[in-house]
């Protein structure tokens, strides 16, 4: 086994000359993924594992919506979709988004013609910028389904 000096390494600002605390990493290279992700919250998907009226076909709709969602949270999707993704009837489509909007767990976007669109409630998950989702909690006071 070898034995390692610690040294002290210091990173200092070029424009101010402050040296500055903490632990330099660098990084090579950023890392592509070939997938689309999104953040999950793992409390919420403990609050909805618990939820007994988020259960059956309304958790499917919820799993597919997540599936689709966009930047900064919006999903924009036809029931018409749904339905024959999930081979649901549009009435069991329609109950599920309204339950899931009422409980507060998708929140109603914009119209898209005649398209209705989503957000995902950023306490449920998050795909954009860090920075937007603070500013996207403090605006929308959002909360847990408990």
Not at 62 to 77: A, R, T, V
């Amino acid at each position: 086994m070898k034995n390692w000096e610690q040294k002290n390494i210091g990173v200092f600002d070029k424009d101010t000359g402050e040296i500055l605390e903490g632990i330099p990493i660098y990084v090579k290279a950023k890392i592509k993924w070939h997938q689309e992700f999104f953040m999950g919250i793992q409390e919420a998907f403990i609050a909805l594992a618990k939820d007994k009226e988020i259960r059956g076909r309304t958790r499917s709709v919820l799993d597919y919506l997540m599936g689709k969602i966009g930047f900064e949270n919006y999903i924009c999707i036809q029931q018409k979709e749904i339905c024959e993704a999930l081979e649901m009837d549009k009435s069991n489509v329609s109950n599920a988004i309204k339950l899931l909007l009422n409980r507060g767990i998708i929140l109603p976007g914009p119209k898209l013609g005649r398209t209705s669109s989503y957000r995902l409630n950023s306490n449920y998950g998050w795909k954009g910028k860090i920075i937007n989702l603070s500013e996207e909690r403090n605006r929308n006071h959002l909360s847990l389904v408990k």
